[in-house]
Each structure stands twice: as structure tokens, then as C-alpha cells.
């Protein structure tokens, strides 16, 4: 996502020669992507992730003990021997009903990471798993198969997440979200690390400079440097807690390459970085190692990898995982647009041309065909979408952001891509009740909202994106544009903002652009509802949440949609207890 408000380098020069007061105590050394690499075999915790009715992928990463004289093999450094890793699968937390084990080899072609499917599961069932090598053995993690019983409707509940920048804030949200106990999976849409580096393109608050620094220090461009980043999200104890309590699925967006990526280049990579193609196939090494996803089934005719994909859970419905990076079309930019990464409309002829052009797409044709076809699919409630970059279509008020009286859009999202946009919209509308109701799942942008897909025409379906983790949102970014004025003037330009944007976009029937946090999606056969869990609204006592290690994002408000109706509405208050447990 490129921020909106300002240019995102112009804002961040400078920062990390600032002196910074720090505001939370130390947490880890300087070296705290490596330091877990010291702390045994298994210092980067376990995760489990990519659940189907049957299987479920198990993952930690085997640090090989280091012989007298001989160097650590940290993440990265391609060091290390390869060493035997035993795995189990129970269904109790001391493993007296095992139901599944083996032995694999860690090496480091493979960054020393361990990735497993175990398979022949029972579905709908919650298991423990663990590692052990060389009398060593791992923590405990708890995972579970999904309710993926033909004809069945079981409960359904997961926490929506996206934007985890390091050098944002404290991964709080995962650290509530590791404290639930009801959640079938955490689902993470993208940008769960950050490219930036620790110099003039830092990204996040100063008070957190040298408290809570990236690694390596510098951009990350290869290999070495993407395994390092990766390995200090798994060594943050707040994600290490959220992966070890509940499995994830997951799908990358931009900033686990370069900001506003496409298919043969990126809006923050530059020609003397090397070829974009090279780190990009680094990235997506780095990627698939660190994470508990399951391996790409490369037999499927595709260009490329194809990593979409599809879960789904009984009669109740589905879920598509998209994946609109590989293969999209260079975004439309307009150097003079006051607001980096956003587009006029209705001003340029050649730019309203380029965004209705039917030769540019964000997903490759084969991709959006298998959308329309998932969605067309007869026998199940709800069609959830893990989408990566809103597919609602958002105009935003130039004159709401100091930008004059002109009306822009996100070239980076769906907007961007109106020819596609417009396809899938109308496929969504012409589908007759018995085919379901479409429910997109997204990130991205920072800030959260509820929203119709169609504000004419027939209900084409809902829409509800979660705020960041950390990620800077309306009011860091107002703020730092207004001059860095008292957090109740930012607060109230953010909400002046914001009431703006509504009044010309009535298909938002919710925004909120200053929390941080995760949503909670429930789905029931007669509603799916988003409970949106944020930190507090910033203060002159407290003006960034984000920077306390003890602020945890807490319940604000809710929205959903009813079954048939495919539209946004209000919600009573928070979700209750679930209807039925996993085994």
C-alpha cells in the first residue's frame, strides 16, 4: 500500500538520525532477529497454518547446534549442517494420543525451516503438535482442521489481520488475539513484513527507533535479507504466541516483495537494486519457507506459481484465497498527484483511458475465471474472499486531503483496474439467490471499514477490511501532514475526513481510519458479522498506542450482513459464545 496524504520518502527522511525518547523498555537485543538462533534448536517457536478437513501444514525452524569454533547458523547466513527433526501430532496437549509422527531432515538450502503436511486428519478436530532433534524438543502448538464436512454446518470464526509493520508498534493485536480461545484460524492478507529498512525510508513512530529496529538494518533485497526480516516477525514473542495458539492462512501482498508491486516491477524498486525479478523470486523463497503455507500445487496450468487457492467448511460456505500480485499490469500513476499512488479522475483523458482499459488486470484472467466459477458453485451460504486490496470502488474527496477540488482513486486497488472491477461486480450482481452471498475479506489500506460492493444496482454483496497491525493510518498520516499538531486536532481532521469521504461514497456505511488492531469475522447461516477490535483513540496523555507494549486493541463496534440480503447493516453488539466446538 502506498499511504495516502503525503509522500511517503519526504515524510521519512531524516527519521532515524532523530533523537528518540523511549517510551517502552527494551525488549530485544540488537541482534533480535538472529538472537533466537542462540536459544536452542527451536528459538523461533512453532506455527501451523493452511487447514483442510483433513490436513494441516505443521512449521518451526531446527537451528543445528553449533560445534566448538564454529558459527551459528542464523537466518540467512546458509550455515549450519543438516540435522534430524522429529515431529508429532496428538490429539491431547501431552501427547498421550498420538495420531501422526515422522522424521524430516532441516538443511540449509532451506534456511533450516521445517515445513510438514500432515495429512489423514479428522476434520473439525483440534490437535497438538511438537518437534524434537537432538534431545531437544519444541513448545507445544495447538492447531485444528477445518469443518469441512459435506452437508454439515458448523461453527465458523476467525480473526481477520493485515499490515504488520515492525517498526510500527508492538504486535499487540496478536498478543489478543493468542488470548482467544474460540478462533478456527487467524487469516493474514498481507504485508505481514515490511521491506523498509532502519535509514531515511524507516517507517513507523521515532519513539521506537532504537527500541524497536528492523533487520537487517537496510532495505531488504536478497535472500539473506528477506530470511533475516522474516525471522524477526518469528522472533517477536506476540506473533510467536498468535502462531503457536491457532493455524493460520495466509497470502502475501506488496510489501513482502516492494510497495505497490506488479508483475515486472514495484513502485520501491529501483534500477540499481538489481533485477526485479530476482528479488522477487527471493522474496517468495523466503516467503514459502517461513511460513506455514502449503506448497504451491506447481501441476495446476498457470502462469507462474499459483498460489490462490480455496478452503471450505461444509454447507456453510467457502473460502478463496486471492492472489493479485504476480501477474497484475503496472498501476496508472500521475506524477503530479499531490497524494503518492492515487490517480485523478474525470481531469486527464489519457489516465481515465488507462484505468477503463480492458488489456490491464489485476488478476490474470485464469485467476478472476476461477472467482466467477468458485462463486457460481451451488450449496453453500457464504463465499468469503481473502482479498488483498479493496474491490469496493472508493473515490476520495481531493479537497477533504488539501489536494484542490478534484476526485482521486487508489491506483493500487481494484479502482485501479476498472475493466477487471467492473467484470467481477456485475458476474456478483447477475448471481441468483441460491448461489450464496459474497463476503470480501481485505486489508491493505490501514483503516477500517464496512461497506456494499454495489451502491446501485442489485447488491452485489459486502465488503469489511481491518485496520493495521501497526501500520501507519488516516490520522498518523494527517498528522504528520498537518505538522504534527495536538493528537485531538489530528483525531478530529481524521473523522472531518472521513465524513467526507461517506457523504460522497454511500455504499461506506463504516470508516475508521485511527484505530489499529484485527477484526473478528463470525459466520453463522443467517449472518456473517465483523466485530472491529482497536487500540485506544490517541491522546495528548497517550498520542500513539501503538508504542506502549501494554495497549491491546479491545472491542469497538460491529456490522454485518443477513443472509440473502448482500448488503451492510448494523449489528447489535459484540458476538457471543460459539454454537459448537471442535472436537
Same mark, same amino acid.
Given at each position: ?31 533480535? *532477529? ?44 546458509? #550455515? ?26 532441516? !538443511? ?17 478436530? !483440534? ?47 496478536? !498478543? ?40 537487517? *538494518? ?46 515486472? $516491477? ?37 502462469? $507462474?506459481? !499459483? ?33 503518492? $499512488? ?61 489536494? $484542490? ?24 450482481? *447477475? ?47 494527517? #498528522? ?104
Amino acid at each position: 500500500m502506498t499511504t495516502p496524504g503525503i509522500k511517503r520518502r519526504t515524510v521519512i527522511a531524516g527519521v532515524a538520525a532523530a533523537t528518540a525518547a523511549v517510551a517502552a523498555p527494551r525488549v530485544f537485543d540488537p541482534a533480535v *532477529a538472529a538472537a533466537p538462533a542462540r536459544d536452542g534448536i527451536f528459538g523461533y517457536g512453532v506455527a501451523s497454518g493452511d487447514p483442510t478437513g483433513t490436513s494441516v501444514i505443521i512449521w518451526t525452524r531446527a537451528t543445528p547446534p553449533a560445534k566448538k569454533h564454529e558459527p551459528v547458523a542464523t537466518p540467512g547466513s546458509g #550455515r549450519g549442517r543438516s540435522i534430524p527433526v522429529q515431529w508429532e501430532v496428538a490429539r491431547d496437549p501431552k501427547f498421550r494420543k498420538k495420531v501422526a509422527h515422522g522424521t524430516v531432515h532441516t !538443511r540449509a538450502s532451506s534456511d533450516h525451516t521445517v515445513k510438514v503436511d500432515v495429512t489423514c486428519l479428522k476434520p473439525y478436530t !483440534r490437535y497438538y503438535y511438537r518437534f524434537h532433534s537432538l534431545g531437544e524438543w519444541s513448545t507445544v502448538g495447538r492447531t485444528q482442521t477445518a469443518a469441512d464436512i459435506p452437508g454439515e454446518v458448523r461453527a465458523l470464526r476467525m480473526a481477520l489481520v493485515s499490515c504488520s509493520n515492525y517498526t510500527g508498534g508492538y504486535f499487540t493485536a496478536y !498478543r489478543a488475539i493468542a488470548q482467544r480461545d474460540d478462533l478456527d484460524f487467524v487469516l493474514h492478507v498481507g504485508d505481514y513484513i515490511y521491506e523498509y529498512g532502519n535509514g531515511a525510508d524507516r517507517y513507523g513512530p521515532k519513539e521506537l527507533v532504537g527500541v524497536r529496529d528492523g533487520a537487517p *538494518a537496510t532495505e531488504i533485497l536478497d535472500l539473506e535479507d528477506y530470511r533475516l526480516r522474516h525471522a524477526l516477525h518469528k522472533a517477536d514473542p506476540d506473533a510467536r504466541a498468535a502462531h503457536r495458539q491457532h493455524p493460520w492462512i495466509t497470502i502475501f501482498d506488496d510489501h513482502e516483495v516492494a510497495n505497490n508491486a506488479w508483475a515486472a $516491477g514495484a513502485q520501491n524498486h529501483q534500477a540499481d537494486e538489481g533485477p526485479y525479478l530476482a528479488r522477487r523470486n527471493a522474496a517468495m523463497q523466503a516467503y514459502l519457507e517461513w511460513m506455514p503455507f502449503r506448497m504451491p500445487n506447481q501441476h495446476v496450468p498457470h502462469r $507462474g506459481t !499459483r498460489f490462490f487457492k480455496r478452503f471450505t467448511f461444509g454447507a456453510l460456505g467457502d473460502l478463496s484465497i486471492l492472489e493479485t500480485r504476480q501477474n497484475r499490469s503496472e498501476q496508472v500513476t500521475f506524477p503530479q498527484s499531490p497524494l503518492d $499512488g492515487f490517480v485523478p479522475i474525470g481531469v486527464d483523458p489519457r489516465i481515465d483511458a488507462a484505468l477503463a482499459s480492458p488489456d490491464r488486470h489485476l488478476p490474470e484472467r485464469e485467476q478472476l475465471e476461477w472467482i466467477k466459477e468458485g462463486v457460481a458453485t451451488r450449496g453453500r451460504r457464504w463465499h468469503l474472499f481473502g482479498n488483498q486490496v479493496m474491490i469496493t470502488p472508493i473515490r476520495y474527496p481531493g479537497s477533504a486531503l488539501g489536494a $484542490g477540488d478534484i476526485t482521486l482513486v487508489n491506483a493500487d486497488q481494484w479502482d485501479g483496474y476498472a475493466t477487471d472491477q467492473a467484470s467481477l461486480l456485475s458476474h456478483l450482481q *447477475a448471481q441468483p439467490a441460491r448461489a450464496g452471498d459474497v463476503v470480501v475479506l481485505t486489508g491493505d489500506i490501514h483503516s477500517s471499514w464496512a461497506c456494499d460492493l454495489a451502491s446501485s444496482g442489485a447488491p452485489a454483496g459486502v465488503e469489511f477490511v481491518t485496520p493495521s497491525v501497526t501500520s501507519d493510518g488516516f490520522y498518523e498520516i494527517l #498528522r504528520q501532514f498537518l505538522g504534527n499538531p495536538a493528537p485531538e486536532v489530528a483525531v478530529g481532521a481524521t473523522r472531518q475526513v472521513v465524513g467526507a469521504m461517506q457523504q460522497i461514497n454511500p455504499g461506506v456505511k463504516y470508516l475508521d481510519g485511527i484505530g489499529h488492531g484485527y477484526t473478528l469475522i463470525d459466520v453463522t447461516p443467517e449472518r456473517v458479522q465483523a466485530d472491529f477490535h482497536h487500540t485506544p483513540v490517541p491522546t495528548s496523555a497517550a498520542p500513539d498506542p501503538r508504542v506502549n507494549a501494554a495497549v491491546l486493541p479491545t472491542y469497538t463496534r460491529s456490522f454485518q450482513t443477513a443472509a440473502g440480503s448482500r448488503r451492510i447493516s448494523a449489528a447489535s453488539g459484540p458476538v457471543g459464545p460459539r454454537n459448537d466446538h471442535p472436537a
